[in-house]
């Protein structure tokens, strides 16, 4: 099992002056690549048997005593390889704020209500033509002290896992037409570009009829084209 090399052009920057947290956690010096052993490659990882039945959608699997509040979404696409092929059964974690932007975490401490019929987490598995799908709600913008007025668009995180722990990928989506996008360090810290494919289309054959909104948004891991990551 091999890997092909990050081309970095379209990543981000290790350490970017915008988005402030990166000049402590961001590496000083240059990387140095060390050599994949059989457990990195082929050892135990999450897989199909980690996914239960309400994983997949998020306005169901943290009820208590009704519906979560919010618009309803759908989310939806395919995980590619550098040569546009489908990746199958790719563990694919999704999690995010609520519809008032609060993350159900001791450590959020956005003044906004938590829902208590929502969790804001979900997994599956991609089929063999590597597609995800998960059902949710449009989550929320919230603040989060970067900068002055710092506020952050609405997003979903993304995890990815391949065949093995060295293949785990972590991006984040983001949703067409948000005016908060061009202030973002988050979002700007992706060369010109490359942070485009990180904004999900507004789908009309994935929406619902009367129940939900569909957006698409495709993975690709490698390549020209590849999503920017956040690893």
């Known amino acids: 099992m091999t890997f092909t090399p990050r081309d970095y052009a379209g990543q981000p920057k290790w350490i970017d002056e915008g988005y402030k947290s990166t000049g402590l956690r961001g590496p000083t010096k240059p990387l140095v690549r060390i050599p994949l052993g059989r457990g990195e490659l082929a050892g135990p990882r999450f897989g199909q048997d980690w996914v239960g039945p309400l994983d997949t959608d998020l306005t169901r699997n943290g009820r208590v005593n009704g519906e979560p509040l919010g618009e309803r979404i759908i989310v939806t696409g395919r995980v590619l390889d550098d040569f546009g092929r489908p990746v199958r ?132 891991l490698r390549g020209r084209d590849a999503t920017p990551m956040e690893d």
């Open 89 to 220: 059964n790719t563990v694919v974690e999704v999690w995010q704020a609520n519809a008032a932007g609060r993350y159900i975490h001791k450590r959020d401490q956005h003044d906004a209500p938590i829902d208590p019929n929502f969790r804001g987490s979900g997994r599956c598995v991609t089929d063999d033509e590597g597609r995800y799908r998960f059902l949710s709600v449009k989550p929320g913008a919230y603040p989060w002290r970067n900068h002055h007025n710092a506020w952050r668009p609405n997003h979903i995180h993304f995890s990815l896992f391949g065949p093995g722990f060295a293949s785990r990928l972590v991006t984040q989506m983001y949703f067409p037409g948000d005016p908060l996008l061009a202030l973002d360090p988050i979002y700007n810290s992706a060369p010109p570009g490359s942070r485009e494919l990180m904004i999900a289309d507004f789908d009309i054959d994935t929406t619902e009829p009367e129940w939900a909104l569909g957006y698409r948004w495709d993975i690709v």
